[in-house]
């Protein structure tokens, strides 16, 4: 599934960090537990440079805790990265931060030394959340509508500790099909973004294959089906989702399959491993160097064809 993200807002969102990035000490960024690759912003490792790098599993309460474990260790790997799990059901690990902060960055005994950390990530990840966590008090606005936060507002977390918000709008993985999809059944993008049916058959077969037993007990099916449109029809089934003439209505099925997954219903779920996106990352790259190879030679085809009428 393609996102549509606006090149304007990449842009503008892309200056702003290149602006502020000199001054900042360290970068945090937030992303979503259940899919800590997907919504990442792809800009983010590729402007910090050596800056150390906070990257917070936000939400993790939503997320499957072994599979948590896996994404930290392996997030914690990479160079001058340090990876936390956060949720606001535990507010006392946020706290832990501006220690974090300190900790990573050199030279901080200088006499006189502020520190800045920045705040990054794709809207919705629960930036405006942490960022009151951490202050204290309602400074941030949550919500839906993201870039509530107008200029670049810098908070005091402690002497010498200051904190910049998220500075526009960061998108998310773009190039990845599969991350538009879990993306979208996480509830990370907006609903009229998307057919419910197509997203509810992609979660519909990664639950198949991940959470067999748990899909089983919770629409109390006598075998787990073998494809993805047979548990949506079962779910329509046991759920009364019929059409005139006793179809099963599917879309309805979708949008409790989709439902029941965000609020948790289906318990605590992770919709990609390192191992998957490893895998992902060296096909859709491909089929992106595919793409561009394909653009060129059209380009140069049509220049061929200009030559030859001259
Ligand atoms: N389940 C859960 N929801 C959270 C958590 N943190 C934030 N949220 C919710 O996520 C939504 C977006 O939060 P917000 O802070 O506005 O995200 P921002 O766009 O990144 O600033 C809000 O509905 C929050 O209540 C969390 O740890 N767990
Ligand atoms: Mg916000």
């Known amino acids: 599934m393609a996102i549509n993200w606006f090149p304007g807002h990449m842009n503008k969102a892309q200056n702003e960090i290149k602006e502020i990035l000199p001054q900042i000490d360290v970068v945090i960024e937030v992303c979503d537990a259940r899919l800590p690759f997907s919504s990442e912003n792809p800009m983010i490792t590729e402007i910090r440079g050596d800056k150390p790098l906070i990257k917070i599993l936000n939400k993790s309460d939503l997320a499957d805790p072994k599979l948590t474990a896996i994404w930290l260790?392996?997030?914690e790997s990479q160079h001058n990265v340090r990876a936390i799990a956060l949720t606001t059901e535990n507010p006392s690990i946020a706290k832990t931060i501006p220690s974090l902060i300190k900790k990573l960055v050199p030279n901080k005994d200088e006499a006189g030394k502020q520190i800045n950390a920045v705040i990054m990530g794709i809207p919705n990840v629960g930036k405006s959340t942490?960022?009151?966590?951490?202050?204290?008090?309602?400074?941030?606005?949550v919500g839906n509508e993201p870039a509530v936060t107008k200029g670049q507002q810098r908070i005091r977390l402690e002497d010498g500790l200051y904190l910049f918000?998220?500075?526009?709008?960061?998108?998310?993985?773009?190039?990845?099909?599969?991350?538009?999809?879990?993306?979208?059944?996480?509830g990370a993008v907006k609903d009229t973004a998307f057919d419910h049916d197509d997203i509810a058959l992609f979660a519909a077969e990664y639950l198949l294959k991940t959470y067999p037993e748990r899909v089983k007990l919770r629409y109390k099916l006598a075998s787990i089906p073998e494809h993805d449109s047979e548990l949506i029809e079962e779910i329509g089934k046991r759920r009364g989702c019929v059409k005139?003439?006793?179809?099963?209505d599917t879309h309805k099925a979708s949008v409790i399959l989709i439902n029941e997954i965000r609020d948790k219903t289906l318990?605590?779920?992770?919709?990609?491993?390192p191992e998957i996106i490893v895998k992902e990352e060296v096909y859709f790259s491909e089929l992106e160097a595919e793409k561009i190879a394909a653009r060129e030679a059209k380009k140069a085809a049509r220049g061929r064809g200009r030559k030859n009428k001259r």
């Open 130 to 141: 942490l960022i009151n966590t951490l202050v204290g008090k309602a400074k941030a606005k």
């Open 244 to 248: 005139s003439g006793g179809r099963v």
């Open 165 to 186: 918000d998220t500075p526009g709008m960061l998108w998310p993985k773009i190039i990845n099909a599969n991350s538009g999809y879990r993306l979208a059944v996480s």
């Open 73 to 75: 260790e392996y997030l």
């Open 267 to 273: 318990g605590q779920i992770t919709f990609e491993t």
